[in-house]
T-cell receptor
Framework: GENVEQHPSTLSVQEGDSAVIKCTYS??????FPWYKQELGKRPQLIID?????GEKKDQRIAVTLNKTAKHFSLHITETQPEDSAVYFC?????????????FGTGTKLQVIP | EADIYQTPRYLVIGTGKKITLECSQT?????MYWYQQDPGMELHLIHY???????EKGDLSSESTVSRIRTEHFPLTLESARPSHTSQYLC?????????????FGPGTRLTVT
């Protein structure tokens, strides 16, 4: 089955600096890679995703890159703000017909220091 | 408003009690999921359903059971709660968007078994 590894497990950055979270996956059939943000005591929410036919996607201060050959993808947050502090989960998913299998990474706790 | 709801949000019960965690969604999604998560930690899939009368066990073995009699309702039952069941339980649903499935999470039920 799919195995998703996520690093680092914790990350502290100064406000305004950039943060990078990296994930690797094992199943070459995975074709969809969402990122979820979970604030303390709240539900995970999708913040950005990327499909396997795209190498990079950007949404304001957030960007995700995908290297299919190396089977790794990364989340980049620029100009970090205190409200970016949360746990971030990557995931790898494959869908075929009506079947979907999502495997989550172990999470990265990001702390942005004001 | 279309959303996914979970009740109760918090539950403290004694060992041996039978409990049912409720999950309902008003988005018309066919696919629903239950995850177990210790606060800020990894998401473990324990059950999923592709539609009415369809239920499957997830990656993490669980003593809980689920049912899916109606599209919008996916309750989880523990016949005899134990302290090891203390955790947060997140319900989710998904639908295909351009062939990929974005998961929407409920607010979670935090269960404590004494």
């Amino acid at each position: 089955g799919e195995n998703v590894e996520q690093h680092p497990s914790t990350l502290s950055v100064q406000e305004g600096d950039s943060a990078v979270i990296k994930c690797t996956y094992s199943d070459s059939a995975s074709n969809y890679f969402p990122w979820y943000k979970q604030e303390l005591g709240k539900r995970p929410q999708l913040i950005i995703d990327i499909r396997s036919n795209v190498g990079e996607k950007k949404d304001q201060r957030i960007a995700v890159t995908l290297n299919k050959t190396a089977k790794h993808f990364s989340l980049h947050i620029t100009e970090t703000q205190p409200e970016d502090s949360a746990v971030y989960f990557c995931a790898a998913s494959k869908s075929s017909g009506g079947y979907q299998k999502v495997t989550f990474g172990t999470g990265t706790k990001l702390q942005v220091i004001p | 408003e279309a959303d996914i709801y979970q009740t109760p949000r918090y539950l403290v019960i004694g060992t041996g009690k039978k409990i049912t965690l409720e999950c309902s969604q008003t988005m018309g999604h066919d696919k629903m999921y239950w995850y177990q998560q210790d606060p800020g930690m990894e998401l473990h899939l324990i059950h999923y359903s592709y539609g009415v009368n369809s239920t499957e066990k997830g990656d993490l073995s669980s003593e809980s059971t689920v049912s899916r009699i109606r599209t919008e309702h996916f309750p989880l039952t523990l016949e005899s709660a134990r302290p090891s069941h203390t955790s947060q339980y997140l319900c989710a649903s998904s639908e295909p968007v351009q062939g990929q499935y974005e998961q929407y999470f409920g607010p979670g039920t935090r269960l404590t078994v004494t």
